[in-house]
T-cell receptor, first 114, second 113 residues
């Protein structure tokens, strides 16, 4: 399978715990994006990487959120001290960048904070 | 501030009918307008996309119509099938400087057999 993969697919945690999600983009895709989607809403942009450089972060990305993309390959998104409002689907997408810049999404990680 | 407004929120169409979903945007710097299809429990999948240098793009049963002066674009699904039942999202981005997509709130389409 050469698509975007995410792990885990589901995560249930208690409020105050830390969680980490992983995204493996399509091979050779330079750009990697994180989005958050709540029920009944469209995905909302969180942050994106060009290779290993984090180029933009949304105001939605509070200090409790941190993302990394070491070596420009896979990426991790960590949420510290989770809150119930963090419950959402976290989507990763990747693209080649450039003029066409089609973003291909992974299946997402469903986070439930109890 | 919602930069991409999508309507209707839900749509019921008979098999074989035409489904039409509309979107309007505010930022004139947007230069890339994709439509995504999402099934429950899955990530969004690109359906079709358009750039503002053309007014229409067709791929199979799916057509995007684009009106730059009105800052509106729409998705037409011809000969709608039950398998088209999903949530559809329009989106926009300024791919030149930042490629993050701004999504509409989605339209839940149900195609009745």
């Amino acid at each position: 399978d050469t698509g975007v993969s995410q792990d885990p697919r589901h995560k249930i945690t208690k409020r105050g715990q830390n969680v980490t999600f992983r995204c493996d983009p399509i091979s050779e895709h330079n750009r990697l994006y994180w989005y958050r989607q709540t029920l009944g809403q469209g995905p909302e942009f969180l942050t994106y990487f060009q290779n290993e450089a984090q180029l933009e972060k949304s105001r939605l990305l509070s200090d409790r959120f941190s993302a990394e993309r070491p070596k420009g390959s896979f990426s991790t998104l960590e949420i510290q001290r989770t809150e119930q409002g963090d419950s959402a689907m976290y989507l990763c997408a990747s693209s080649l960048g450039g003029y066409t810049d089609t973003q291909y999404f992974g299946p997402g990680t469903r986070l439930t904070v109890l | 501030q919602q930069q991409v407004k999508q309507s209707p929120q839900s749509l019921i169409v008979q098999k074989g009918g035409i489904s039409i979903i509309n979107c309007a945007y505010e930022n004139t710097a947007f230069d890339y307008f994709p439509w995504y299809q999402q099934f429950p429990g899955k990530g969004p999948a690109l359906l079709i996309a358009i750039r503002p240098d053309v007014s229409e793009k067709k791929e199979g049963r799916f057509t995007i119509s684009f009106n730059k002066s009105a800052k509106q674009f729409s998705l037409h699904i011809m000969d709608s099938q039950p398998g088209d039942s999903a949530t559809y999202f329009c989106a926009a981005s300024n791919g030149g400087s930042q490629g993050n997509l701004i999504f509409g709130k989605g339209t839940k389409l149900s195609v009745k057999p």
